[in-house]
């Protein structure tokens, strides 16, 4: 069922009598308030561009794909009952805190909101992470071990531990707070943008390892052994365009096309 771009739908009174429903998509209208409690069938969610503060999915345990970027969400529940979820996208939005328990998501989106605390211990599957553009100053992707992809540039984090994450290949981690970062457990690592920290001059590489494509300041070097110093530089965001990703549904394997 497709409401999308008509601008005119306010609620979506009625939709409880579509009980088999699959997909619902309501792209760029001014719904406030949804009710799904009856379409336990969905799989596809699509409710980007509202006005909704809260929404309650515990009742929708097929869901498979769930976007409600560009809303006013404060609130955010029931998605651990979804088992067979692989993609949430929960940009553009009002959040200030985020965790998750659901071991079959693979892709979370949920940059540009105002997140302080962000905990996906329980999130064992996920492969890729994008959180740009918020206040967190602490990620743990430590029980993340399927990890390929992490986009947290924007942010107040001072370190990471990226020891438990030997897949990663693309880390964005730009306008920080860092002082430290060592990646020399990273050797399938293709893509690091570590710029506009103002006190991280050097990053931990393992001897011999080869990162194709690096985008720092001058100051900051890549060196098997690291002795820091802090440097005062003038901070600027990294944007990563997530409408630019190049996403293979059957592996979510994300490649970063462009960045701003």
Same mark, same amino acid.
């Given at each position: 069922m497709d409401f999308s771009g008509t601008e005119e739908i306010k609620d979506l009174t009625g939709?409880? /009598? +579509?009980?088999? &429903?699959?997909?619902?998509?309501? *792209?760029q209208n001014e719904?406030?308030?949804? !009710?799904?409690?009856?379409?336990?069938?969905?799989e596809i969610l699509l409710l980007s561009g509202n006005l909704l503060s809260s929404? @309650?999915?515990? +009742?929708n345990t097929h869901l498979i794909n769930v976007n409600i970027?560009?809303?006013?969400?404060?609130?955010? #529940?029931?998605?651990?009952?979804? #088992? /067979?979820?692989?993609?949430?996208?929960l940009s553009f939005n009002s959040l200030e805190a985020f965790s998750i328990d659901n071991t079959s998501l693979e892709l979370l989106?949920?940059?540009?909101?105002?997140?302080?605390?962000?905990n996906v211990n329980d999130a064992i599957n996920l492969k890729s992470i994008f959180i740009k553009s918020n206040l967190i100053e602490a990620v743990d992707v430590t029980n993340n071990t399927l990890l390929e992809t992490l986009v947290v540039s924007d942010n107040k984090i001072q370190s990471v531990n990226l020891e438990q994450n030997p897949k990663l290949t693309h880390i964005c981690i730009s306008s920080n707070l860092l002082t430290s970062l060592d990646v020399s457990s990273l050797q399938? &690592?293709?893509? &690091? #943008?570590? !710029? !506009?920290?103002p006190n991280l001059t050097c990053v931990k590489i393992k001897n011999g390892q080869n990162i194709p494509t690096v985008t720092k300041?001058?100051?900051?070097?890549?060196?098997?052994?690291?002795? @820091? *110093? #802090?440097?005062k530089v003038k901070t600027r965001p990294c944007r990563v365009k997530t409408t630019n990703l190049l996403i293979d549904l059957r592996f979510l394997n994300i490649l970063i096309v462009s960045l701003l």
């Open positions: 939709i409880e /009598g +579509f009980v088999n &429903l699959k997909k619902l998509s309501a *792209i719904i406030a308030i949804v !009710n799904l409690e009856f379409n336990k069938d969905l929404i @309650y999915l515990s +009742f970027e560009s809303n006013n969400l404060t609130t955010f #529940t029931g998605i651990p009952n979804a #088992t /067979g979820l692989k993609e949430l996208n989106l949920i940059s540009d909101n105002l997140l302080k605390t962000f399938n &690592l293709i893509w &690091l #943008t570590i !710029n !506009n920290n300041l001058e100051n900051q070097k890549l060196n098997t052994i690291c002795n @820091y *110093i #802090t440097y």
